[in-house]
């Protein structure tokens, strides 16, 4: 391993000041998900990059899902998924599940990572103070030979109807790092799951965060030539969808982004969480490592 000279050290932090000083003090929400989650070595550096944005004046909000996590306690519980829209149902048994995995396991594996890297960070939930209340979501889908519209009752999916961000507010600029489940309390007093993009969406509006980050398995949003996006706003957005040329998986991501700048968030960035120090690269660099969307 080769080891950076003083005078390249010095050159890296001239760089890296303007930028820490945009962000001082300010709020950033970071979506973890993906890859970069399953990976130990990852998840430390993970965890550093935190604390030091946390060392530098900045408030990071870590939002945390667990998909993959999920799936294999179920199959180790012999419970079966049935999916409907091309979504997972809850059901009593699999919400149980949902939050064991959620709450419990993920959310205090990431919380261990950080202290162990030097930080101090505290798990909670949507739950925890009423934090985010959540409604039921139901699909509608669209019969491809009748043409006919069947609305699918997804269980216990649920999306933010409210956020009350004092927890928050009484934790962020004390040191301490949260980390949160996507797990909350409905309307109706059932325990719902919620997707942790959206989840993180609400969160960052509340808190009128700098910049939401989404951490996925790609780049960002790519061109027709599968070059990467720097920068777009909304209105591209919606040609590009337009256009065929954000498609499947990366619409829900846009449209996520869309909602978070609704709610007040300045910046939404969509990046690479297999990328090392990602993070880091897309906040205290020049060039950024992902895609940038605002209003």
């Keep these: 391993m080769t080891k950076t000279n003083p005078h390249e050290q010095a050159e890296l ?3 890296a000041l303007p930028h820490m000083l945009r962000y001082d003090e300010a709020t950033i929400v970071v979506k973890y998900g993906g890859h970069a989650m399953g990976d130990e070595q990852m998840a430390r550096d993970f965890a550093r990059d935190m604390i030091l944005l946390e060392q530098s004046g900045v408030n990071p909000v870590v939002v945390h899902g667990g998909g993959p996590q999920i799936g294999a ?6 419970i079966k998924s049935e999916f409907a829209a091309g979504l997972r149902v809850t059901d009593k048994a699999t919400m149980d599940v949902v939050e064991m995995v959620l709450a419990g396991l993920i959310n205090k ?16 939930c949507g739950k925890d103070g009423n934090m985010v209340t959540a409604s039921k979501v139901t699909r509608t889908v669209v019969d491809d030979s009748t043409k006919l519209e069947t609305e699918v009752d997804l269980g216990f999916v649920g999306e933010p109807a409210s956020v009350d961000s004092r927890v928050l507010d009484a934790l962020l600029g004390r040191e301490l ?14 325990t719902y799951n919620v997707n942790a993009d959206t989840f993180a969406g609400a969160i960052a509006g509340a808190l009128k965060a700098k910049r939401l980050l989404l ?3 790609v780049p960002g949003v790519l061109d027709k030539n599968k070059n990467l996006i720097p920068e777009l706003n909304v209105s591209q957005i919606h040609s590009l969808i337009a256009d065929g040329t954000i498609t499947g998986g990366m619409i829900p991501k846009v449209e996520t982004c869309i909602y978070a700048l609704e709610q007040g968030v300045e910046g939404v960035v969509i990046l690479d969480g297999k990328v090392p120090h990602s993070v880091l690269l897309e906040l205290l660099t020049d060039h950024g490592a992902g895609t940038l969307i605002t209003r």
């Design 13 to 15: 932090l001239v760089r």
């Design 73 to 78: 306690m179920l199959a180790r519980l012999n």
């Design 109 to 124: 594996q990431i919380v261990g990572f950080i202290n162990n890297e030097g930080g101090r960070a505290i798990g909670l």
């Design 177 to 190: 790092i949260p980390v949160l489940a996507p797990v909350c309390n409905g309307v109706d007093g059932q």
């Design 215 to 217: 951490l996925t398995d």
